[in-house]
Nanobody, 115 residues
Framework: QVRVEESGGGLVQPGGSLTLSCVTS????????MGWYRQTAPGEKRELVAHINLDGSRDYPNSVKGRFTISKDIAKNSVYLRMNNLRPSDTAVYYCYAIGSDEPWGRGTQVTVSS
């Protein structure tokens, strides 16, 4: 079973930065594309904001491109999301997920961007 645990969220002012961390299994990092999703309200669809493929290639939607960077460290069983120049519209609960694993979602970490 693939388990994930997200951390690093918090309250930040517009223009600020945060780095989110996700601890998972080595198996997940070696078998699955890892993604960061966000959900702005309960019941809303989760939006994929970054993913990193097995070969290390990455992609982002236009809404975060140039501001967010995803990375992974297999030795630490971790995936990270560096978020710069944050906007109030980035406020959401952020989740890490092994895409295609069909595993339960983690609890996520809350990011609030507000002055």
């Amino acid at each position: 079973q693939v388990r994930v645990e997200e951390s690093g969220g918090g309250l930040v002012q517009p223009g600020g930065s945060l780095t989110l961390s996700c601890v998972t299994s080595e198996r997940a990092l070696r078998l699955y594309t890892m993604g960061w999703y966000r959900q702005t309200a309960p019941g809303e669809k989760r939006e994929l904001v970054a993913h990193i493929n097995l070969d290390g290639s990455r992609d982002y939607p236009n809404s975060v491109k140039g501001r967010f960077t995803i990375s992974k460290d297999i030795a630490k069983n971790s995936v990270y999301l560096r978020m710069n120049n944050l906007r109030p519209s980035d406020t959401a609960v952020y989740y890490c997920y092994a895409i295609g694993s069909d595993e339960p979602w983690g609890r996520g970490t809350q990011v609030t961007v507000s002055s």
